[in-house]
């Protein structure tokens, strides 16, 4: 950290914010059917990074909604991308033409992607869940990673945040943005003390008045408590963070012919909404079956799994959808608007390192600044 801990821009500036062209080291992720246009530019607007979700997208629906950030801010932004799907090249030369800041992955990159990306200007931001990874995706010249712990929401590690963060900035020499279990300015200030340089949140948008999520299905992560969450297995084959509901009971450990089969209907759905030719979808289940050493009947699981989060993110229907989630779900409570999270994760932070400084220096060495926690 440079300059007085009681200027924000000064105190907050890490190397990832010159990076990622953002005034504070705070990431929107790109969670598919929430991290819209809306969310994504608010994101940006309010001095973090958001990042657009483009893997239910078709060409032109990211196109659409890059155009539609733009209008609404000047801010740097990014776009989330699934290195196995079907439109994967033409999805980057869309970024390359537009400027996109940053691309982020669910999943480690090809080293083919990371070489387009660079030579095409964009910063490259992949997930990571394990130190030997984050070693694997910097030697692929990735510029920073997200190290997300076993607290985050979805596809998750095993490894906790406060045990992996430590290891993997130890271990590469690029920023490192820490996800799981990150809501506050508290937080931020922790992340920092663990070696990142920033964090990174899925949850924490997902429950603001910008995402385009239902009400009464934010309402529903808003009574969930520290342990109403469950990591399952069962949705798509990959351990997932979801809230637990009757129908994660159902599907847990349940992936059998009719189950199977109904994921086959569903990914045929989703092919139709996001223009997927049957070719690409087949090419894409060969990909995953090859590269997470699934069984078809998983596969067939992993294609289904986005129109179950469509089910809650889009149409309501939480009898019908799973609800993918940070543990922290259960310490929100509470729907700012982005501006006032951001700001008020600022404020904190700042409070916090005044705070510190103030028990290593003593009382009468630091004056407190006198502002408002943030909205939990």
């Known amino acids: 950290m440079n300059g007085d801990p009681l200027d924000p821009v000064a105190a907050l500036r890490t190397p990832a914010c010159d990076l990622l062209g953002v005034r504070y080291p705070i990431v929107q992720t790109g969670m598919g059917w929430v991290a819209g246009a809306?969310?994504?530019?608010?994101?940006?607007?309010?001095?973090?990074?958001?990042?657009?979700?483009?893997?239910?997208?078709?060409?032109?629906?990211?196109?659409a909604a890059i155009r539609e950030v733009k209008d609404r801010t000047g801010n740097a932004f990014g776009v989330n991308l699934r290195s196995n799907h079907a439109d994967v090249e033409r999805f980057v030369d869309l970024m390359i033409k537009e400027q996109i800041r940053v691309a982020s992955f669910?999943?480690?990159?090809?080293?083919?992607?990371?070489?387009?990306?660079?030579?095409?200007?964009?910063?490259?931001?992949?997930?990571?869940a394990a130190p030997r990874h984050a070693e694997k995706v910097a030697a692929m010249?990735?510029?920073?990673?997200?190290?997300?712990?076993?607290?985050?929401?979805?596809?998750?590690?095993?490894?906790?945040?406060?045990?992996?963060?430590?290891?993997?900035?130890?271990?590469?020499?690029?920023?490192?943005?820490?996800?799981?279990?990150?809501?506050?300015g508290r937080g931020l200030i922790a992340a920092m003390a663990w070696g990142a340089a920033g964090v990174a949140m899925g949850t924490r948008f997902l429950l603001t008045k910008e995402s385009t999520v239902p009400d009464h299905v934010k309402e529903r992560y808003l009574v969930a408590a520290l342990t109403d969450t469950v990591v399952t297995r069962a949705i798509d084959g990959a351990p997932?963070?979801?809230?637990?509901?009757?129908?994660?009971?159902?599907?847990?450990?349940?992936?059998?012919?009719?189950?199977?089969?109904r994921a086959?209907?569903?990914?045929?759905?989703?092919?139709?909404?996001?223009?997927?030719?049957?070719?690409?979808?087949l090419r894409e289940g060969v990909a995953m079956k090859?590269?997470?050493?699934?069984?078809?009947?998983?596969?067939?699981?992993?294609?289904?799994?986005?129109?179950?989060?469509?089910?809650?993110?889009?149409?309501?229907?939480?009898?019908?959808?799973?609800l993918p989630t940070g543990q922290v779900t259960g310490l929100i409570e509470a729907l700012p608007t982005v501006a006032e999270l951001i700001e008020g994760m600022v404020a904190e932070a700042i409070a916090t390192l005044a705070d510190l400084a103030g028990r290593v220096r003593g009382p009468d060495s630091v004056t407190r600044p006198g502002s408002e926690l943030p909205l939990r």
């Open 38 to 63: 809306r969310l994504t530019a608010a994101t940006s607007a309010a001095g973090g990074l958001g990042i657009l979700a483009s893997a239910t997208m078709t060409y032109d629906q990211l196109l």
């Open 106 to 128: 669910a999943q480690a990159p090809n080293a083919a992607l990371v070489a387009k990306l660079r030579d095409g200007g964009i910063v490259t931001m992949p997930t990571v």
């Open 141 to 184: 010249g990735v510029d920073a990673v997200i190290a997300q712990g076993q607290e985050g929401g979805g596809h998750t590690g095993s490894i906790p945040t406060s045990l992996l963060l430590p290891q993997v900035t130890a271990q590469v020499d690029i920023p490192v943005m820490g996800a799981g279990g990150f809501h506050d």
């Open 240 to 261: 997932q963070r979801v809230i637990r509901t009757d129908l994660v009971d159902r599907l847990d450990g349940r992936i059998g012919p009719m189950a199977a089969a």
């Open 264 to 281: 086959v209907a569903n990914a045929l759905r989703l092919r139709k909404l996001t223009s997927t030719s049957l070719a690409d979808l």
């Open 290 to 322: 090859r590269n997470g050493e699934m069984s078809w009947a998983q596969v067939a699981m992993a294609a289904n799994a986005p129109m179950l989060t469509r089910a809650t993110m889009v149409e309501g229907r939480l009898e019908a959808g799973i």
